[in-house]
């Protein structure tokens, strides 16, 4: 087990780098400003579920591998990429052709049949930076003084339960905030559009990071 000493820092640190903006934040304050805190939570549900296997891989020693074989991270950096120019496209297709009037009361099939899920696990999973990160972060609090692969598993799931809980606060705060803009500006029809253009930028962003 860790040694309780270092948790308050740990979860400072979790907090703090939570809180900071990336492809996961964007997805979920997009989505609930557009679609509801039910979206976000959705999305925050799937983000967790991806940190859990994630750790699971660590432990079993998967990010020692891809740091020792870099074409692994490139290619899954590559498949990332195209799976969400793949969703951006797409989404911007939908506004295009203006299939939908409005986006704001939707109670879409995607969110129903779990889309939103699936779209957040894949949006985590497929950054390799996620488990590059996971490999070397837990590690840090670890010590010699019992398994590791038990401290990996026990940092890594507070990790996961308290990004989760920033991530649900964040899906309610701009939950509420996509209402008041909704209904000042009537952003809800371009929900896709804006969405579409938010994917294409996160693909090209993944696609040229180091």
Not at 44 to 69: D, E, N, P, S
Not at 155 to 162: H, I, P, V
Request: glycine share 10%; aromatic share 10%.
């Amino acid at each position: 087990m860790p040694e309780l000493t270092i948790l308050p820092l740990f979860i400072i640190t979790t907090i703090l780098l939570a809180i900071s903006p990336g492809p996961d934040l964007v997805l979920i304050s997009a989505y609930s400003s557009g679609q509801g805190f039910a979206a976000g939570a959705r999305l925050a549900l799937g983000i967790f579920i991806a940190g859990i296997v994630q750790t699971l891989a660590v432990a079993l020693g998967l990010g020692q591998l891809m740091q020792q074989f870099p074409p692994i991270v490139m290619a899954i950096k590559l498949l990332g990429a195209l799976y969400l120019a793949w969703l951006g496209i797409n989404m911007l297709k939908s506004w295009w052709v203006d299939k939908s009037t409005s986006k704001t009361d939707l109670n879409s099939d995607e969110n129903v049949s779990g889309g939103l899920v699936l779209k957040g696990f894949l949006n985590n999973l497929m950054n390799p930076k996620a488990l590059l990160f996971f490999s070397v972060f837990l590690v840090q609090f670890t010590h010699s003084n019992s398994s590791l692969t038990l401290q990996i598993l026990v940092l890594g799931t507070l990790l996961s339960t308290l990004v989760l809980l920033v991530n649900l606060i964040f899906a309610v705060s701009f939950s509420k905030l996509g209402k008041v803009l909704a209904g000042r500006f009537r952003l809800g029809r371009h929900f896709d559009g804006v969405l579409g253009v938010l994917f294409v930028t996160l693909a090209a962003r993944l696609a040229t990071s180091k």
